[in-house]
């Protein structure tokens, strides 16, 4: 079957780090995307992985595993605004252009 | 515009009227899907077109939805006899390779 898996909620401090992590179990891989979603808003591209590695944007980096179904997104240096859900979708290439969507890890920022 | 748009913004219905959601995707790009998210969940697909290919209605839950693309462009999700159930945020997305961008929904409720 199809799964993925990130946390339901995680809080974390204000200019800290802190690490999502998504697994996932797909009949195929063509791909993983994080996406960040503030309460009330559209989620919004963040990330794409499609090969083995850690890809850095500013202050967000996305790591992937292929063999281990296995992501992580990064936040370094968090402010108040990075409070939102953060959704890992992976694209499985069995149906190439259908997203398979985790339910989102809510993070709290705290002061 | 530059971005996919959605009307109306709110929708609010009595239980067994029909409405329609509207998207308008980012110029050019050929895919289009539809989902729904209920309040603090993850996003349900409902259908995609992909060009002038017949659209994957998979994950439409039932007959009372249903789905058109006219022209390529803009697309309509009808919701015959709205049920309560049926209350959710419903959000367009448009692509043209990878990433999906997203409108900012509908937020529909039925009374």
């Known amino acids: 079957g199809q799964n993925i898996d990130q946390p339901t909620e995680m809080t974390a401090t204000e200019g800290a780090i802190v690490q999502i992590n998504c697994t996932y179990q797909t009949s195929g891989f063509n791909g993983l995307f994080w996406y960040q979603q503030h309460a009330g808003e559209a989620p919004t591209f963040l990330s794409y992985n499609v090969l083995d590695g850690l890809e850095e944007k500013g202050r967000f980096s996305s790591f992937l595993s292929r063999s281990k179904g296995y992501s992580y997104l990064l936040l370094k240096e968090l402010q108040m605004k990075d409070s939102a859900s953060y959704l890992c979708?992976?694209?499985?290439?069995?149906?190439?252009?259908?997203?398979?969507w985790g339910a989102g890890t809510k993070l709290i920022i705290k002061p | 515009g530059a971005g996919v748009s959605q009307s109306p913004s709110n929708k609010v219905t009595e239980k067994g009227k029909d409405v329609e959601l509207r998207c308008d995707p980012i110029s050019g790009h050929t895919a289009l899907y539809w989902y729904r998210q209920s309040l603090g969940q993850g996003l349900e697909f409902l259908i995609y077109f992909q060009g002038n290919s017949a659209p994957d209605k998979s994950g439409l839950p039932s007959d009372r939805f249903s789905a058109e693309r006219t022209g390529g462009s803009v697309s309509t999700l009808t919701i015959q006899r709205t049920q309560q159930e049926d209350s959710a945020v419903y959000l367009c997305a448009s692509s043209s390779q990878a990433s999906q961008y997203f409108g900012p929904g509908t937020r529909l409720t039925v009374l």
């Open positions: 979708a992976v694209r499985d290439s069995y149906s190439n252009y259908q997203l398979i």
